[in-house]
Each structure stands twice: as C-alpha cells, then as structure tokens.
C-alpha cells in the first residue's frame, strides 16, 4: 500500500512529531513518499496524480488558530489521487481554534475524508519573547506511545472504513485574517548585529525568503514562524510581543500541563 506524508514545519516541532508518525507507518505501508513544504522548492512540485495514495497524512503547526495559509494554498492546489487522511497538527498550547475543522472540510472538498486527527502541544514558538518561563513538555517516550496509538486506532477507523465529522467551533478568530492576527500579535524579529557572527542560518531557515543577505527582514514576506529565532544559537534575534493581552494568552499556554492538552478525534 501507498502512503502520502504531506507536512509544514518551519521550527521543526512538527517535523519531530510527524516522523513518528511516519516511522509507525512504515509497519503497514510498504511505499511511504515524504514532501516538506517547508522547503521552498517543494513548494513548486505537483503531487502526481498518476499514482494512487491509500493515505494521505497531513502534518502543520497550528497558526493563529489556523493551517499555515502558504501550506494550505499549496496542498489544496494539488489534484491527490487518494480518498482518506489523518491530520496531525502542533499547537504552542493556548488554542488550535478550527484548524482541524477547516483542514478536514477542505480536504473534503477534494473528496478525501478524515479518519482521524491530532494535536500535540509543543514549545511555543514564540518563547524567546519572555526571559523566564514555565515550559511543561511531554517527555519523548510517552509522546511516542500516545501517537502511536493514535496511529493505531486510526487503522481500525481505515479498515472498517470509518470516517470522522469535525464540527466548526464559534470563535472571533474566523472574523479576522491569518495575518491580522499574526501581525497583532508578535513583531518581526530583528536581529542583534552585537550578537550575530553572520552564519546565515536564520536566511537558510525561512521558508518564504523573507530575508536578505544583509539579514533584513522583509515585513510583507514575512509570515511569523519564528523559524529564524529559533535557529539561532547565538540568541541574536527574539521574538517581541506587541501587547499585554497578547503576552498573557502565549504565557498561559506555555505553562499548561501539555499531557492535558493533546486534542484527539478518532
């Protein structure tokens, strides 16, 4: 059997929960194909429809309550010759809105169904915006064991040809843009020249060549990942949180008990 992995993640978080995901797989689909959309130039290749997928895996960090709209524009661009799906997001732990919703409904649009969906809380991305904070995080065996599970009665739902229904909740987020809210929320990150010896990672690491060669950032390209503080080993560039209100919701988030706060729906 054909496996699909389609995933986004810029700061690598999702990356590590989705290749567990992957690694599970591999004991029931002999053909596993893995696109990062994280790279750019993956981003300019179609999916081929000659080949037919028995699963498609769909795998992003939660932004503003929503899919990354760069990876949503790409994968629903493409023509996917496969019927079914598992969804499996990261979320910095305050809320993943209808992030799962909309995915599932799009998909449907396609005529791919949902047979199951995920969402585990990782590191914020932006954590570098507080000088101390309380960080619960799921330790790496007992993550493995929960997505493996998933994974599992996720099957069951495939072989008995089960699919889920995810209901869109009410929430202010739907009224207002993915980048309304992102550029509300958090500041581009600058970068400290004092600090930076110039390796050139963070430009390496954006997934939207949203910085040039003389380390600016370009406000419009920009999409908040947060990938380039989050490279850095030289705490050259931080994330800066714009309001108060804003500052409060992330801190909340990082401090909850992360085994709490997995979403599951199988």
């Known amino acids: 059997m054909n496996c699909l ?5 810029p700061t690598k978080n999702t990356e590590n929960v989705v290749r567990i995901i992957i690694e599970k797989a591999k004991h029931t689909y002999e053909d596993i194909d893995v696109n990062n959309t994280t790279i750019i130039e993956n981003r300019y ?15 992003f960090p939660v932004y503003s309550q929503r899919m990354p709209k760069i990876f949503s524009e790409y994968l629903f661009s493409q023509h996917i010759n496969c019927d ?20 599932s409904a799009k998909l449907l649009k396609l005529g791919i ?13 932006y954590a570098s915006a507080f000088e101390k904070y309380e960080y619960y995080n799921i330790a790496q065996e007992e993550k493995k064991k929960i997505l493996e599970n998933f994974f599992d009665k ?16 009410t929430d202010a987020a739907v009224f207002f843009s993915q980048r309304f809210i992102s550029r509300l929320t958090v500041c581009i990150p600058k970068v400290n020249l004092s600090k930076c ?14 910085i040039d060669e ?3 950032i370009n406000s419009k390209e920009c999409i908040r990942c947060c990938a380039c503080v989050n490279v850095c080993e030289f705490d050259a560039r931080k994330c800066e949180i714009k309001n ?15 085994i709490n706060g997995i979403r599951i729906f199988i």
């Open 244 to 258: 108060i209100i804003s500052k409060k919701i992330v801190k909340s988030g990082m401090k909850m008990d992360k």
């Open 45 to 59: 290749k179609d999916i081929p429809y000659v080949k037919h997928y028995d699963l498609l895996i769909v795998s």
């Open 154 to 169: 996720c099957q069951e739902n495939l072989e008995k040809n089960k699919p889920i229904s995810l209901r869109r909740k």
């Open 5 to 9: 992995v389609c995933y986004f993640s």
């Open 113 to 125: 169904k949902t047979y199951g969906a995920i969402s585990v809380p990782e590191k914020h991305s």
């Open 197 to 210: 010896v110039r390796c050139k990672k963070c430009i390496k690491s954006c997934p939207t060549n949203a």
């Open 84 to 103: 079914k799906a598992l969804i499996v997001t990261t979320y910095g732990g305050v809320t993943i809105g209808n992030a799962l919703e909309d995915c």
């Open 214 to 216: 003389n380390l600016v």
